[in-house]
């Protein structure tokens, strides 16, 4: 086979080069995308008439019927074509002859490529959007259940001071509420047309380059044709955004592992969504949080890869930057894939309200409420903090709690202590006193759930 770029050439690439240099094993995803990049460039290369109309609208008709025949299934890729683009234009060239050899007219590879994959990432950009909207929604809504589900809140994985288990769903929320903000970002330093850039340095034909990025829904164009063509930014964002989404899911999927442990018998995931043990009859594994957890180094290491990729290229495009599309597509379809099952799992999980309960009860929890009822009646702040941990100290050695301290116990520690203080350390207090913005108040939280209802209606 004959190389579209092959005039300079006097020899026929080796077989095992032309495997080691092709990309279309993982770049044919982006056929859609090529080819509606292509339409649009004929139908700007007739309207300019840098060719003729009719050879353009035959470009478009004929782009339009190998997409169909793709979509069929009936179209086999060349690994010696090397890519999608090249792919492509050798059918169209099959099939229209020298009418199809003008497409290439007035743009490079380089500019096509850096068209592709950036059509190829808004896409997904979308679809990802749209998913953590949905984990957000379900996040939500599950909140609405459990705003007065008291649990222990954790600082170094110790129990702390008591919240809701809404509280803590929430803070997830607000957590993909910014993984979605990244994204949407993303999306607009994305959605700028490079195609007119060509090799690097434009071209001599009088391209319309903001009629081609409106046809193609682009909102800018590129103000550098270097710039346009070696830069892969929005790549490496979309990395480092998606790492930190899945940053995200992996901090939840340890907590959804530890919680449906033994240890805390907090949750117990649903049949569909774990497994069991080849050998141990009686065990129940949280192997899709598990999977998921393990799964964020995967996109951690495409980030760091492309990275170092790019770090020392020359301007401008350089082979290496071939090494971008694996990267990008895998953790897009890993994240594709988590998502859901992620949503799914937390959606169908049963929570144990009373181990929840429980577990604040020791752990000493309600240490700090005792500390600020001294505050409240007179006593310096380091002074109650100090009060409380001895009286801590002293339950610790009577293998009691706070709660069940006589009045003569506080007051052997503290002479301040009236039988006011019981009622302030009750759990349920705790918490509905924390009535401040960002709190676990079931006040506050409805209030909160309320807003995050409106805001995702909003984006619907």
């Not at 002859?97 to 850096?114: E, I, M, P, W």
């Not at 589900?149 to 954790?154: A, V």
């Not at 769903?169 to 993909?176: G, S």
């Not at 770090?311 to 401008?316: D, E, Q, Y």
């Amino acid at each position: 086979m004959s190389k579209l770029w092959g005039g300079r050439f006097t020899k026929q690439t080796d077989g095992f080069t032309d495997h080691f240099h092709s990309s279309i094993s993982f770049d044919s995803r982006m056929y859609k995308q090529d080819i509606e990049g292509s339409m649009a460039h004929a139908k700007m290369l007739g309207k300019q008439g840098i060719i003729s109309q009719e050879d353009a609208d035959l470009l478009v008709k004929t782009l339009g019927e190998v997409l169909a025949d793709i979509e069929a299934g009936h179209v086999t890729f060349d690994e010696k074509a090397e890519d999608i683009h090249m792919n492509i234009e050798t059918i169209l060239i099959e099939r229209i002859g020298d009418v199809g050899k003008r497409l290439h007219t007035g743009r490079s590879r380089n500019d096509q490529v850096a068209l592709d994959i950036r059509m190829y990432v808004k896409e997904e950009i979308t679809t990802i959007r749209s998913l953590i909207k949905t984990l957000a929604v379900t996040l939500n809504n599950l909140a609405k259940d459990h705003t007065e589900t008291i649990m222990p809140g954790y600082t170094h994985l110790q129990r702390a001071q008591p919240i809701t288990l809404a509280h803590h769903l929430l803070a997830y929320v607000e957590m993909f509420k910014r993984d979605n903000d990244r994204l949407k970002d993303v999306y607009r330093r994305t959605n700028v047309l490079p195609l007119g850039s060509g090799a690097l340095a434009t071209t001599t034909y009088p391209l319309d380059r903001y009629f081609v990025a409106e046809e193609l829904g682009f909102d800018d164009i590129t103000l550098n044709s270097l710039d346009g063509v070696s830069d892969r930014d929005f790549c490496i964002e979309l990395l480092s955004a998606l790492s930190i989404l899945m940053m995200h899911l992996s901090r939840f999927c340890e907590e959804i592992i530890l919680w449906s442990s033994h240890e805390f018998r907090f949750v117990e995931l649903d049949d569909s969504y774990a497994t069991g043990s080849s050998i141990m009859p009686q065990k129940k594994n949280p192997d899709m949080a598990e999977l998921i957890r393990g799964k964020t180094g995967r996109v951690y290491g495409y980030l760091m890869g492309l990275l170092t990729t790019m770090k020392g290229l020359p301007l401008a495009y350089n082979k290496d930057m071939q090494e971008d599309k694996e990267g990008v597509f895998a953790a897009i379809d890993t994240v594709k894939m988590c998502l859901p099952v992620f949503t799914g799992m937390v959606k169908t999980m049963t929570v144990r309200k009373d181990n929840m309960y429980q577990a604040t009860k020791g752990g000493f929890t309600n240490a700090t409420d005792a500390a600020d009822w001294l505050v409240k009646h007179g006593v310096p702040f380091r002074d109650a903090h100090s009060i409380i941990g001895h009286l801590v100290l002293y339950c610790i050695e009577h293998n009691t709690n706070l709660d069940d301290l006589s009045l003569e116990e506080y007051q052997a520690i503290s002479p301040v202590f009236d039988e006011t203080v019981y009622d302030a350390i009750r759990v349920e207090k705790c918490v509905a006193a924390r009535n401040v913005p960002g709190g676990p108040s079931k006040e506050y939280i409805d209030t909160l759930i309320a807003k995050n209802d409106a805001l995702f209606q909003q984006e619907a």
